[in-house]
């Protein structure tokens, strides 16, 4: 959607005359399942690497599962220092840990801390999950007030999409909800039922408009069946990039008639199930299991309507299941069977949550990989307002692969006795050091331990193209930031 979502936590001073139930003790009574999630986070410095952001904290809720394990909101868990589960009149608490979490989906398994006493948990009952819901039916959004009481607020859903809620760029089916929500003190991620069971979790809330995004309940049981086995490989990717075939000089030129749809293959991704199964690069996507996809990249699904393609790879399967191809390619179709793998390591990661980013710190100059994260500290209009040689990079990775498997770039510069003259230049990528190809932050550590003919230079892609660093001013440098309190020159991942 386009409207500016807002964190639910910013709905405690935003929102009020939401539905809630006139008996509490009834809603309690329905209520089974629910407790509260207390979670303590902290960030790295997107700017500056080696610093750690304040800490924060959130409160949320948690469903209670069949197993006994919590299921929350992948957000709620991401960064956290201290996760705590406290029981809904405040009488119990107890540190928890994560079993899994996906940051793509926006989910996260959780459980009591190993040792801890978690017996209470069994009191409070417990959420089956439920199967899918369609547009226009009821469900139940939950919430719990400070005393304990529970509170109901009664939802429909307006339509299904694939949105992405969490991880910049990852798409997952959503049921949009239309709800008036109340003021709560635990309203971060909320719990949504139908007929008592557990069909999403409440992700994010529009106070303007009243529409909810709630993860939907074929992704949380594909999410469940993945970390049954006590592992978590994530979501799988067929491994492509595509174009839309609107246009009728492309369908044209692709020898496309007027009742064939398609979408064309710009990008097949080394190591992926889609390069393994023979998809090549300028094929045309007709069908994926027997689902006719259109020009526009849409199949006919039969319980949600019209739903992006994707959905049936990322939303329907799991890592190292198949998935039965029919192509174009030369004018003749061609069928062909991939098994879906996990995405390959992308060259500029979409997120870092839970890692701390890699940086090197030489004489003044300071080196990290480029990640979306780093792009969209520019703000709401990042897209504009970013490095646009670094944006390039983002929208187009495969012309700066050339082996890399990181993008490593000048974020900024220092004034220090080392750095004359270079103060202005940064978010400049690095091809080169002292001779040798920079594939990683790794590589670039290692280059700068051996200057060439007594000096180092460094070649970027832009104005000057080569910086030269003199070893002994840069050493000397390097030992008075440390001394003035820099926690360390170098982290590698």
């Given amino acids: 959607m386009s409207c500016n979502y807002l964190p639910l936590l910013a709905l405690l001073l935003s929102i009020g005359g939401a539905i809630c139930l006139s008996n509490p003790a009834h809603a309690a009574a329905e209520s089974g399942g629910l407790l509260r999630i207390k979670t303590t986070i902290q960030t790295h410095n997107v700017a500056q ?46 540190p928890a840990e994560v079993i899994a979490i996906d940051y793509e989906a926006n989910l996260a398994l959780l ?23 369609k547009p226009g039916e009821e469900v139940d959004i939950w919430q719990l007030e400070d005393n304990g009481d529970a509170i109901r607020t009664a939802g429909s859903i307006r339509s299904v999409d694939l949105l992405s809620t969490f991880a910049s760029g990852h798409f997952f089916l959503c049921y949009e909800v239309k709800a008036s929500m109340q003021s709560a003190s635990s309203s971060y991620t909320l719990p949504v039922t139908r007929d008592g069971k557990l069909i999403g979790i409440l992700a994010s809330y529009n106070s303007k408009d009243q529409i909810c995004d709630v993860v939907s309940p074929g992704i949380l049981n594909q999410f469940l ?41 710009s990008r097949v991704l080394p190591g992926s199930g889609a390069a393994e199964s023979g998809l090549q690069e300028g094929d045309v996507l007709l069908t994926l299991d027997g689902h006719g996809i259109d020009r526009r990249g849409y199949y006919q699904d039969a319980s949600y309507g019209r ?24 004018g003749k179709e061609k069928n062909l069977e991939a098994t879906l793998r996990r995405p390959p390591d992308s060259l500029i990661p979409s997120h870092m949550y839970d890692k701390a980013p890699p940086y090197l710190i030489k004489g ?19 897209r504009s307002r ?11 990775p495969e012309d700066y692969e050339e082996g890399r498997s990181r993008l490593v770039f000048l974020s900024r510069v220092i004034r220090t006795p080392a750095t004359i003259g270079y103060d202005q230049v940064n978010n400049r990528i690095v091809t080169e050091a002292n001779g040798q190809k ?16 007594g000096v180092h230079s460094i070649r970027i892609d832009d104005v000057p193209y080569v910086i030269y660093l003199d070893p002994k001013a840069s050493d000397s440098v390097d030992k008075a930031l440390l001394q003035r309190g820099l926690p360390a020159l170098e982290r590698l991942p």
């Fill in 49 to 94: 690497p080696w610093e750690l952001n304040q800490p924060s904290r959130r409160r949320g809720l948690g469903a209670v599962l069949e197993d006994g394990n919590i299921l929350t909101t992948g957000e709620m868990a991401a960064n956290a220092t201290y996760i705590e589960f406290e029981s809904a009149d405040g009488a119990h608490t107890v």
């Fill in 111 to 133: 459980k009591p801390e190993a040792g801890a006493d978690g017996e209470w948990i069994r009191t409070l009952g417990t959420l089956p999950t439920g199967g899918s819901a």
């Fill in 225 to 265: 069946k993945d970390v049954r086995d006590g592992t978590h490989e994530g979501f799988p990717s067929l491994g492509i990039a595509t174009v839309l075939t609107e246009d009728p000089q492309f369908r044209k030129w692709l020898g496309l008639s007027e009742d064939q749809g398609g979408i064309y293959v």
């Fill in 307 to 330: 739903l992006s393609w994707s959905h049936l790879v990322r939303g329907s399967k799991q890592v190292g299941e198949k998935l039965a191809l029919v192509i174009m390619r030369d």
């Fill in 364 to 382: 003044g100059l300071v080196f990290q990989e480029l990640t979306r994260s780093y792009l969209e500290a520019y703000g709401k209009e990042w």
């Fill in 386 to 396: 970013a490095p646009l040689d670094l944006l390039d990079a983002l929208n187009n």
């Fill in 438 to 453: 920079i594939t990683d932050m790794k590589s670039l550590v290692s280059a700068l331990r051996n200057p060439k003919d």
